[in-house]
């Protein structure tokens, strides 16, 4: 590598700079620094003529380090950066400070002092411009498939934009036929229209009958060429990485072939076996060869393998005119080779056995939201009327409870978000078909927030729906009359009910789906505080989770209504595409290098990466190192914070690079306080200071500000580096311990500062010069706080003393 | 309507001071959903009992009306209550932390006043007359131990509650 | 042969001592050792709760304390005592601070609980020491099918977090051991309800309405008689009959007896052992109709 030739790039920002900070004081200061070849003054760099002037200072090879101090980073940043690229330079040997919200502004009470903060951190950026490195942008090949686990209407949507936008997509459902929660519920609120209808695809326009609505049975969505469904299939295993996952999908004998069936009914006549039907709730009886409805999809049968008597039997197999049935299909494994997964394996009702008090296990006429679907649904086992289970015979009172085993603390403490909706809305069927039917629903809060559902509160009061404010104690049966009693107290009256009721409908809570925590160890995703796959973050990451190539949508992530999964699929379907579309995964190559000598056979980062970035490699018998892949590898740096030998270091925060940027925050200091070295991470610590510039608010310029990707990289002795290298304090500027953007890192660096703390005392150092802040973009004021309070105990305690070496 | 006074007379301390005492810690949680109600046998045949009106009104503040009532003093501790509650809220206990209270404000029922006396007096609530013990040898019962009534009049001195008795005595 | 240091509490030695008869006679037949421990006060039960809570609980600690130092386990006859020594240890072990301040008050007395006892119920021994099994064989005169409505009270079953015994919605260790006896135990309206029984004494309206509830749901029911556990539920029903006859109006003529009285009966111990002439309403109905 040739010796470093640095040119400085000087914002004035128009007139205001100089009016604060004696730029050519600093101009002449910035001309001395060993290794500077150019100096460079200009309104702004990072359009018009100051553009041009760093574009021919990388051309005419007169620089090969470029540092700029302007403003607005972000801006100015990616201009310029493509600007040195497109003349020559690595973007990543490109530095960047700025004198405008990190010095004149706060310091704009004391402009010597701002000149003299300003001289530093020239300086720091400067020797840390000679210590970067060139970098390459890493490529990975990404395959431009997308699995989707889960075939509900969430799954089928999402599968259905990415089919649209060219991708091969993989549909796996684990039941024998689409739909999921959807097709049991029959109608969805508020609009009382059906629950399977899902957006047509785009290639629909091409066919004959085009519709813009399809529900699943006459979609045709699985004819999309692009689009693979496998139904009664599991995935069993996941392997590979991002861009390239090999996951292997076992396929469960339907015993029926799809490409002969014709859905002729002849088997299920003849079929001597009768089992009670679980998807009707029990409310009818299948056979062993059936259809959960008519209008499924596939509209191919399927043999129940626990009920069927096989060869024992086969009048199927005589009766059936395609010959379709085949008893002796077995499990096959196939491997997919995707480019991303989508998870969407929905939601299930709360079993309510557990709530005794309400008797749902052992009481036929008490029963939950879903079984009442079933019975108001006209494909289902009643044909819409709505009957006691155990005598068949009409109800005419119906009793409704709310948050069952919901917003409780003994099972469920969340609000499941649509129970409310979904018994309004069963309750307004049942009036609309059966006016004499007399309906009360038992609540402690109604929940009607979404677009439209206080209007259908407000008919189903007018309906005559009767409400109590008020928890049920228990439901009882009385032997004599056989009628089910619901023991409540209506809170608003402060009055005792015993209400009648022939069938109680329980709404219980909202609970993640089987297989759930299995699948997540699989993937290598967390579940949240209830259970749920967790999303990254809901409002900035949505559908996303920590790893980059896996997404989630629907119901697996919390209870959802229609348009909200369904807002909910396309927002996965297009992060999906977004990382797959080149066919390349792009990755920048700041990430973490292990100096494998060094390596010391801990397992400490493996375990530490929130990313599972890290993996360990046998090396010889008895003796294995961790290496990083850089494809997982996010940048943040905690590995390099947590490794006990030091044998990690981040590409672009190098410790040298960060060292030398210390030394030259510290090494001028021109006010008449102790220095203060603050070190702030990149996501949040550093915008506050930002922030707090921005807003002018002032703070003392003995503070001097470095960046840090996230402050879980800095290791103990880095702090003892600062005090050596001339603060009398350190701050450490980190996000929320429980809004880390990298998962763990500020919780990390508390620990390493609490260490470090301890230490201190033992050189005979106060502990208190070492202190960790948590803060967010716009607490800029609390940066300022903080820069004072230190600021002030600094003085307080006097010079620092370090002890003699030795 | 009720006389403007009363409106506007609010302890806004008081749920502080019930959650501040054993027993009453949790009574904040309450979401006032009717279930303790509906599960308790008092409140189905009197009016004058209901718990969750009781933590309605601890909850608003009323100090006065829920310790000068009798409505405390109803309760049969049958935990029905704290079985079925949702929010974990510990309504028995949250009437003992209330009753603890009256007692300190001079709020006590005769019976329980003779109740406290008797532990004081006695380290038992009932005590077993001469008469009763002398039948034991007939009955083949064992003879009675003695009671750590020196013991219990140390416990009680050292937790206040002799203090407690006596200030009550007094009033 | 387990050993017991043996509760017995105010009311029973006081008030019942049929049930402290029963009891003694029938468990000893078991093989179960009852130890009586010097310096036993009372348990603390609401009444003393609701004065101070604080104070119930140190109370209770040095009771169980005393069992401690002697390295046994206790037992208890009253449900009442039961639940207020249970809760005290079940709390103490789980909340150090709670712990803390107790001790420091017991330090005054020379005691320090550890929480390094059992409380238990009789059920409950009768259930994990003796066995249904070997309580079947050691029956001798069963108890021919005698309808028993079985009320355990509310102490036993909760606060179910602290006390696990059993389920406190669908509990069966009373029934399994009243079945045991060769009995049946019925099921009736509301069987798990309070009797209303501490309510006495404070207002004797209400505590009769809440116990007529019970013995109308158990007489609609069919049953031969009520089988408690608690001295207060003993009362609210027995002698609570005769009130409610005064009061009220109403004539049940139940029969009250405690598991040990039904027991002793079917283990073969003669009725004139048992003292049963205190019982208020008189137990002649079911002596004949099992012997």
Known sequence: MDSAKVGIFLSESGTELSKILDLDAITSYAKNIPGVVLVERESEFWRGKGLQTISEAVKNRKVNRVVVADTLPKLSEVKIVQAAQ????????????????????????????????????????????????????????????????????????????????????????????????????????????????????????????????????????????????????????????????????????????????????????????????????????????????????????????????????????????????????????????????????????????????????????????????????????????????????????????????????????????????????????????????????????????????????????????????????????????????????????????????????????????????ELAEMLGLELDEDGFFKEYNAKLRPTETKLRGIYLCGGATF????????????????????????????????????????????????????YGAISLEPTTEDHFVARVSELLCEGCGICVGTCPLNAIELRHSRPNQMLAQMKGLMAVNGTSKPLVLAMCCSECGHTAVDSSGMAMMQYPANVRVMKVPCTGILQVHQFLDAFKAGAQGVMVVGCKSDGCHYEVGSQKAEKKVELTRTLLKEYGIEPERLEMFNMVYIEGDKFVEAAQLMTQRVEELGPLRIPREG | MEPREKRRARSPGFSDAITSRLGGETITLCYQCGTCASSCPVARITERFNPREVIRLSLLGEKDEVLSADAIWLCCSCYNCQERCPQKVEIADVIYALRNIAFREGHIPDIYSEFASAILNNGRIATVSKFVEKKRPALGLPPLQPTGLDDVRKILSATGYEKLRQEEEDA | ??????????????????????????????????????????????????????????????????????????????????????????????????????????????????????????????????????????????????????????HLLRPSALLKVDDPERPRIFDNLIEALGAKSIEYRNKLKCCGGLLRGYSDDLALNIAREKLANTTKAGADCISTLCPFCFVALDLGQLQIRSKLQEEFNMPIIHYTELLSLALGIPPKELALETHKIKLDKIVDKIS
């Open chain 1, 559 to 610: 209870p959802k209504d229609a348009p909200t999964t369904s807002l909910h699929a396309h927002s996965a379907a297009m992060k999906a595409t977004k990382f797959l579309k080149t066919g390349k995964i792009i990755k920048d190559q700041r990430t973490a290098v292990i100096d494998e000598e060094y390596c010391g056979d801990c397992e400490f980062c493996p375990v530490t990466c929130p």
């Open chain 1, 86 to 517: 497109d003349a020559g330079l690595n973007p990543y040997l490109v530095e960047f400070l700025d004198l405008k919200h990190h010095c004149a502004w706060p310091h704009r009470e004391t402009p010597s002092e701002a000149t003299e903060k300003a001289k530093a951190m020239l300086l720091a950026a400067t020797e840390r411009a000679k210590l970067l490195e060139p970098l390459e942008k890493l490529e990975f090949p990404a395959l431009k498939s997308v699995l989707v686990i889960g075939g509900g209407i969430a799954g089928i949507q999402t599968a259905i934009d990415l089919a649209d936008l060219g991708f091969e997509v993989n549909l796996v459902e684990k039941e024998p036929f689409l739909g999921g929660l959807a097709a049991r519920a029959g109608r969805f609120f508020p609009t009382d229209d059906c629950a399977i209808c899902v957006q047509s695809p785009a290639s629909d326009v091409k066919t004959i009958t085009h519709t813009s609505r399809k529900c699943i049975y006459r979609s045709g969505f699985t004819e999309i060429p692009n689009l693979n469904v496998l139904t009664n299939s599991e995935v069993v295993s996941v392997d590979g990485v991002p861009g390239k996952y090999s996951v292997t999908i076992e396929k469960r004998p339907r015993y029926v072939n799809e490409s002969k069936c014709v859905s002729c009914d002849l088997c299920t006549a003849v079929c001597p076996v009768e089992v009670p039907d679980d998807y009707n709730a029990k409310l009818d009886t299948r056979k062993a060869i059936y259809m959960n409805t008519p209008n499924v999809h596939p509209p191919v049968y399927v043999i129940d393998e626990s009920a069927c008597k096989f060869h024992d039997c086969a009048r199927c197999v005589e009766v059936c005119p395609t010959d379709a049935i085949e008893l002796d299909q077995k499990s096959e494994k196939t491997t997919l080779n995707v480019g991303s997964i989508i998870v969407a394996t929905g939601f299930q009702e709360y079993d309510s056995s557990v709530i005794k008090e309400y008797h749902y296990d052992d009481y036929p006429d008490v029963i939950t939201n879903l079984e009442l679907a079933r019975m108001i649904d006209g494909f289902g086992p009643t044909t819409g009327v709505i009957i006691r289970p155990s005598n068949h015979k009409p109800a005419k009172k119906v009793v409704m409870i709310q948050c069952v085993g919901s917003r409780d603390k003994r099972w469920n403490e969340y609000c499941s978000g649509i129970c409310c909706m979904i018994s309004l809305k069963h309750a307004t069927l049942i009036k609309q078909a059966y006016p004499e039917t007399d309906v009360t629903i038992c609540y402690i809060d109604m929940r009607t927030t979404g677009r439209e559902h206080e209007y259908y509160y407000e008919r189903a009061r007018e309906m005559g729906i009767k409400f109590v404010k008020g928890r049920p104690t228990e439901v009882t049966r009385d032997p004599e009359t056989d009628k089910l009693i619901v023991d409540v107290e209506d809170a608003l009256l402060k009055r005792f009910l015993e209400l009648d009721a022939d069938l109680v409908v329980l709404a219980p809570a909202m609970v993640p789906a089987e297989g759930t925590k």
């Open chain 3, 1 to 154: 042969m387990s050993s017991y240091a043996i509760f017995l509490g105010c009311t029973i030695p006081a008030r019942q001592q049929s049930y402290e008869l029963s009891a003694r006679k029938s468990l000893d037949k078991l093989g179960i050792k009852l130890i009586d421990l010097a310096n036993m006060t009372c348990c603390c039960p609401p009444p003393i709760q609701s004065i101070d809570l604080e104070t119930s609980l140190a109370v209770a600690a040095y009771n169980i304390c005393l069992a401690e130092d002697a390295d046994l386990d206790v037992i208890t006859l009253c449900t009442g005592c039961f639940e207020s020594l249970a809760m005290t240890n079940a709390m103490l072990r789980e909340k150090d601070q709670l712990k803390a301040r107790v001790n420091k008050i017991l330090s005054n007395v020379g005691r320090e609980y550890k929480g390094s006892k059992e409380v238990k119920h009789y059920l409950q021994v009768l259930m994990d020491d003796v066995g249904v099994d070997h309580l079947k064989r050691s029956i001798s005169k069963p108890l021919r099918n005698l309808k028993v409505a079985a009320f355990s009270g509310c």
